[in-house]
């Protein structure tokens, strides 16, 4: 460990770690609030909106397992678990009752609406996929009250959520995964199954898990002080496992905003869990962000970045991730389930002095006086992919917008989005977002075929299209070829961090 510290208070002689899970998707190790549902307590009675399969559950029947998912039309790794929770409800038949409310649905109607359009919504996702359900299925009213008794109580939000009610009528499992619940009902079904040992297990779980804040500094090692104290600091830790949080990506100073929210973030670079070549990445590549950007969720205009410079990109001219020429790439193995290889890192400098700039320059200093290899950023010839238009003529006449310059709007269902006076920036997203590298892998295509997507088109107008966000990369190439475009792999000049001995 390294520190490095300034401090107001002469007398400090040692740091106050604190800690907190910060998370971008809800894991169950979060600190539980005084009307957050956990394990042990007695399950919610279930009144849905309307029953849109199977027979309806009045309550839970004492003797009888329960597994009980919420999902939504739009959510894929709810549309992916469907035929496990059809093989579960297959497999353990009257013994357990396997059910799937939809939650979260896009409602812009009235509460007191009679047959909302989500409703009709959920009932045709249903009904297309009759045949592979085979499982109880209802549907959240308005009121969201299923949605309020179940998930939105204390910090669990998102879906899929799984729930795994016991004999007695109490919640002895909570998870995202419905892979694991077959474990679960074997564990209620052994003659060895103690719902006290169990919530005592979940306690001491819940107990090695350190509450870890990203609003205030990380400080370690006993008393001290509090984090004002600091003018200016900066420490490296090896990471144990017990605290996350997200990975920015990029150096951001947050000094364009004037937000109150978001006052401890300025002045201050703080990263948790990252290998060394993420460090290295932050220290030596752009400090705009390498992603392409969307169009605001709200507005859904694109960006100004005359008005909000912090909002431009380097997609396309950075390379996505640091090239490693090293003897020895041991140091750099890593995985995301270990905490082997990967470090902690909070930097604090004077109020006002915190440019992205400044704080990736003593960054940078860190990472050379600790770990010193050498990192240059170079010019080289990258792989990117390009979207061309094959037959312009083609691609106007199938795509342009009949009515140029009128608003842009997006109509979606499930996977599938029908886009009005878009954009060709609109085509570029959706391969970037489907196809693209970290943190956009979804890997549809393999780590050695993943690269920036550029538009090289030179089409102006608006167009109509409709994509699906389920195609697999072939598939999304046959839709540009069918309207005279094609997506191709070429080279091109970008700026890349290299590490070498």
Known sequence: MGIFFLNKNLHMKNLLFIALIGLQSICLGQQQSSNELTVGDLAPIIAPFKWIKGSPIKNFEKGKIYVVEFGATWCSPCAAAIPELSELADQYKSEVEVLSVFVMEN????????????????????????????????????????????????????????????????????????????????????????LEKTVADRKAAEKAIVEFNDKQLLLIDGNGGDSYDFLFRSILTRYDGTIRNPYPGNIDSFHWLDDPEFAN??????????????????????????????????????????KMPHMKTS????????????????????????????????????????????????????????????????????????????????????????????????????????????????????????????????????????????????????????????????????FLRSNGLDVVKSHKKMKVVVISD
């Open 315 to 478: 997609y396309g001219k950075y390379w996505h991730e640091p090239l490693l020429e090293v003897s020895d790439p041991a140091p750099f193995q890593w995985d995301r389930k270990s905490p082997w290889n990967r470090y902690n890192y909070s930097l604090k400098v004077p109020t006002g002095v915190g440019t992205a700039k400044v704080l990736q320059d003593f960054l940078r200093k860190d990472m050379e006086g600790y770990f010193g290899y050498n990192v240059s950023v170079e010019s080289r010839e990258m792989p990117y992919w390009k979207v061309v238009a094959m037959n312009k003529p083609q691609v106007l006449e199938k795509l342009k917008s009949p009515q140029q310059g009128r608003k842009f709007d997006i109509q979606a269902e499930e996977s599938i989005s029908s886009i009005k006076n878009g954009d060709m920036r609109d085509i570029i997203w959706f391969f970037a977002s489907n196809f693209g590298y970290a943190p956009n892998d979804r890997g549809r295509l393999p780590k050695n075929e993943q690269a920036a997507f550029i538009d090289e088109t030179g089409i102006v107008e608006n167009i109509d299209f409709t994509i699906d966000r389920s195609w697999s990369f072939q598939q999304a190439q046959e």
């Open 265 to 306: 973030y300025k002045d201050r670079l703080q990263v948790v869990g990252l290998p060394i070549n993420k460090l290295y990445y932050l220290a030596y590549a752009d400090t705009l962000s390498v992603d392409p950007r969307y169009r605001n969720s709200i507005t859904y205009e694109f960006p100004d970045t005359i």
């Open 107 to 194: 409602n812009r109607e009235p509460v007191t609406t009679v047959n909302p359009l989500y409703v009709q919504k959920v009932e045709r996702y249903v009904k297309k996929r009759a045949a592979e359900i085979s499982y109880h299925v209802a549907v959240d009213g308005p009121d969201k009250k299923i949605e309020q008794d179940w998930l939105a109580t204390g910090n669990r939000i998102g879906v899929p959520h799984v729930f795994v009610i016991d004999k007695s009528g109490k919640i002895v499992w909570i998870g995202n995964s419905v892979k694991a619940v077959p474990a679960v009902i074997a564990k209620i079904k052994s003659s060895e199954y103690s």
